[in-house]
């Protein structure tokens, strides 16, 4: 499993957007270094991350090799009560990562 560290900006009433930011511990190696034998480093890269809150999908991306290593991402999700949001996301070596956090709405 892969590490992470999450951080959930509440939403203030009455506009319902919470704000995520999600760092992924991940080399997202691209295919195209070499190690110090010469042999080509294998392509490796987080493509996929899906934000779930309360069971629903609310926001999913597509990365590719294009993104740095340990990716940093924020972006906003509508939270019209207070309730879990649920981020996953899977590599191209098939290893998966997840965070949880309970969001609270705040006046």
């Known amino acids: 499993m892969m590490h ?21 511990r991940h080399p997202m190696e691209t295919g195209f270094r070499f190690d110090v034998n010469g042999s080509a480093v294998t392509k490796n890269v987080i493509h996929t991350l899906t934000a779930h809150f309360e069971g629903k999908q609310v926001f999913k991306a597509t990365l590719g090799s294009g993104i740095s290593a340990d990716p940093f991402l924020e972006f906003q999700v509508r939270t019209p009560q207070s309730g879990e949001l649920v981020l996953q996301w899977q590599d191209d070596a098939g ?11 705040t006046n």
Do not use: F, N
């Not at 992470?4 to 992924?24: D, F, G």
């Not at 290893?95 to 709405?105: D, F, M, P, V, Y």
């Open 4 to 24: 992470s560290r999450l951080q959930i900006i509440p939403a203030k009433l009455p506009s319902h957007m919470t704000t995520v930011r999600l760092l992924i």
């Open 95 to 105: 290893q998966t990562g997840e965070a949880k956090a309970r969001i609270s709405l």
